[in-house]
């Protein structure tokens, strides 16, 4: 069984917005895997542990996204890929899933697809929903749980519900996204570190992966981003209203007024 993970490189703590320009101010801050992807990863492993799978990770992102394919290396994947291009720059996540179902159906498809629920970076949980419908593969959000059944080709998993849980069975290939009760990520060992050194990265261009270029980057996004500012802080002084009961009511409508 073939199993692909997708990881993101996300800022590392809290990114502050430039006052001058409204861009992030990415200088100094460290650079980490997605946490939801790390839950993701450690499924897949756990997964070709206890199957005869390989585990590919890939990201897409700029050359340094290299640093979050050794530390999955380190982690027990096999197999990284680096997707990266300029033609990729300021996709939305339909254009970002368009390139990753390209990169992964060049790389031989898959078995099975884990994702993070969501990145804690960009927070749409759209990314797993989206791919799924690029590749025309059936997909199940919020999972905590999966069972695989490789003799009947079939997965039992358990999706997070508001009130509960819900057992589903899905036929492979399938695509899941796994929230934080699924698992608890293992440290990468010293051997994996040495492995993931040396190993291998490739990358991937928006010719590698034969990408229409009407779907990719700017060009390929619906979506964008037309401004960006940090909210003023609002005033956190209270405010003591006095008087009868009649008097504060007055005073206490009045103020909500604006804001109904």
Aim: glycine share 8%; net charge negative.
């Amino acid at each position: 069984m073939k199993i692909v993970v997708c990881v993101k490189q996300v800022p590392e703590g809290n990114v502050r917005l430039d006052p001058e320009t409204n861009n992030l101010c990415r200088e100094g801050v460290g650079a980490v895997i997605n946490p939801y992807d790390l839950h993701a990863l450690e499924e897949a492993v756990r997964l070709k542990e206890e199957h005869s799978c390989t585990v590919t990770v890939i990201s897409m992102g700029p050359p340094q996204a290299e640093d979050v394919l050794r530390e999955s290396l380190a982690r027990g994947a096999d197999h990284g890929y680096l997707i990266c291009d300029r033609a990729f720059a300021g996709s939305d996540t339909l254009a970002t899933t368009y390139t990753l179902s390209r990169a992964i159906e060049k790389i031989g498809g898959a078995d099975l697809i884990l994702c993070g629920k969501l990145a804690i970076d960009g927070d749409t949980a759209q990314v797993g929903p989206e791919l799924a419908s690029w590749l025309g593969i059936p997909h199940v959000a919020a999972v905590r749980k999966v069972v695989l059944t490789a003799a009947d080709r079939k997965f039992t998993v358990e999706r997070m519900m508001d009130d509960g849980y819900e057992e589903v069975e899905v036929e492979y290939p399938a695509l899941f996204t796994v929230v934080r009760e699924i698992n608890k990520p293992r440290f990468s060992s010293l051997k994996g570190k040495m492995r993931a050194k040396k190993a291998d990265i490739p990358v991937l261009t928006s010719k590698d992966i034969e990408a229409d270029d009407r779907y990719v980057g700017l060009r390929g996004s619906p979506t964008w981003v037309s401004g960006v500012f940090a909210p003023e802080q609002p005033d956190s002084r209270g405010r003591r209203i006095e008087g009868t009961a009649e008097e504060q009511a007055s005073d206490l409508a009045e103020i909500l007024s604006p804001l109904i």
